[in-house]
């Protein structure tokens, strides 16, 4: 069964407006980990956000923040007042409190930000 | 501080020879892990290692080793090589390994192409 799903294979966003980037995840852990990482072209996976299961609020990094409804069991990503260089691959990653340091991967969304 | 560095970050090799990839993680992180990343699979889970041990490993075949050594470099070697092995390998860090908020800081890959 998929633990993390990402629904949204490709997206599309117009400089400067928000957008967001959907992910569920499944998990029967009661302490877990959720994990947002852009990879652009070159290959590198850099690290944006993380949401834990215990935490009150929702996460926020600059222009990320992290939409975390726990009942839903879902974790989306909205980029605020998008930039060209947002252009990239999203991943949604979970780690669960059991599996050591091991990340769960979700399929990817890939977001192009339009001039 | 110097990111995580993977070499190389090109290799071509033939069906059926071995191949060994490199990984210095971030100074000071101790533990180290490996994904693969393909178009038809996404990124899955190699192993981990910590203070020089394996803590988790994921569902490859025995083709597919790792160590990591007293330095916290890593090294994953690919035995008796597959077409189907052609991918991009990540290798990641993180300070304290098992921790659930700690991030996955990774390096820029290296891509593996098999003929």
């Known amino acids: 069964a998929q633990k993390i799903t990402q629904t949204q294979p490709g997206m599309f966003v117009q400089e400067k407006e928000a957008v967001t980037l959907d992910c569920t995840y499944d998990?029967?852990?009661?302490?877990?980990?959720l994990f947002w990482y852009k990879q652009p072209s070159s290959g590198e996976m850099i690290f944006l956000i993380y949401?834990?299961?215990?935490?009150?609020q929702n996460a926020t990094e600059g222009r990320y923040s992290l939409n975390f409804q726990k009942a839903r069991k879902s974790a989306n990503l909205v980029i605020s007042a998008s930039q060209l260089g947002d252009s990239a691959m999203y991943f949604c990653?979970?780690?669960?409190?059991?599996?050591?340091?091991?990340?769960?991967f979700g399929q990817g969304t890939e977001l192009s930000v339009k001039p | 501080k110097a990111g995580v560095t993977q070499t190389p970050r090109y290799l071509i090799k033939t069906r059926g020879q071995q191949v060994t990839l490199s990984c210095s993680p971030i100074?000071?992180?101790?533990?180290v892990s490996w994904y693969q990343q393909t178009p038809g699979q996404g990124l899955q889970f190699l192993f981990e290692?910590?203070?020089?041990?394996?803590?988790n490993k994921g569902n490859f075949p025995g083709r597919f080793s790792g160590r990591q050594f007293s330095n916290s470099r890593s090294e994953m070697n690919v035995s008796t090589l597959e077409l189907g092995d052609s991918a991009l390998y990540l290798c990641?860090?993180?300070?304290?390994?098992?921790?659930?908020?700690?991030?996955?800081?990774f390096g820029n890959g290296t891509r593996l192409t098999v003929t």
């Open positions: 990641a860090s993180s300070l304290v390994g098992g921790a659930i908020s700690s991030p996955l800081h």
């Open positions: 990653a979970m780690r669960e409190g059991s599996q050591g340091g091991k990340l769960i």
């Open positions: 949401q834990g299961s215990y935490d009150q």
């Open positions: 100074s000071g992180h101790r533990s």
């Open positions: 290692y910590f203070s020089e041990t394996q803590r």
């Open positions: 998990t029967s852990d009661p302490s877990y980990g």
